[in-house]
């Protein structure tokens, strides 16, 4: 008999303040807003706010099903969103080797889902493969297209304050303007 499948939350902190970010893996600003999240949380607190990272794949990021396919695997290992976080931070710290020159050319015109599976495990260090063919894990995929469906999201990063979009924010911004724009 398997084990049912559990695909960790990727939620850090605990705090009454609640920021989603909804962001696609290989996107460059959806990267740099998922580097400064750590530094938020460590500036702030956990007891002051909780992070819920968001997947939104892209259909222009060509490989984004796949890559969120292998995030959302990767959270259901040992580690959990840990261990996803891992993946996340790996994927764009070498999101070249996922990205399409101008989203339609270039040498992954040739690379296959396997590839990019593989090419995960060599940066992260953590072996998807068995994860990403579990049936179940579609609910998961779903479930995060379908909550950014329901919340208006079109583009990545959007960021969402205490489920309200706040345009407001931006990848653009430093972690003490995300700071003062959440708590004053």
């Not at 996922?98 to 339609?104: K, L």
Request: aromatic letters at 8%.
């Amino acid at each position: 008999m398997s084990t049912p499948l559990h695909p960790d939350p990727l939620e850090w902190g605990h705090g009454p303040k609640v920021l989603d970010v909804f962001v696609e893996p290989t996107c460059p600003f959806s990267v740099r807003a998922f580097n400064k999240l750590w530094d938020l949380l460590a500036s702030v607190g956990e007891d002051r706010i909780t992070i819920r990272v968001r997947l939104h794949s892209q259909p222009w990021h060509m490989f984004s099903g796949v890559i969120v396919r292998c995030i959302l695997a990767a959270s259901t290992l040992e580690g959990g969103r840990e261990t996803a976080r891992a993946v996340m931070t790996a994927i764009g710290a070498h999101r070249e080797e996922f990205e399409f020159t101008d989203h339609c050319s270039g040498p992954n015109m040739d690379a296959t889902p396997n590839d990019i599976i593989r090419r995960i495990e060599k940066y992260s260090g953590v072996a998807l493969a068995d994860a990403f063919a579990v049936p179940e894990l579609q609910k998961a995929i779903k479930w995060q297209c379908k909550y950014s469906r329901q919340n208006g999201i079109h583009v990545s990063p959007t960021f969402m304050v205490d489920g309200l979009i706040d345009p407001a924010m931006s990848s653009g911004d430093t972690v003490e303007a995300w700071e003062k724009h959440l708590f004053g």
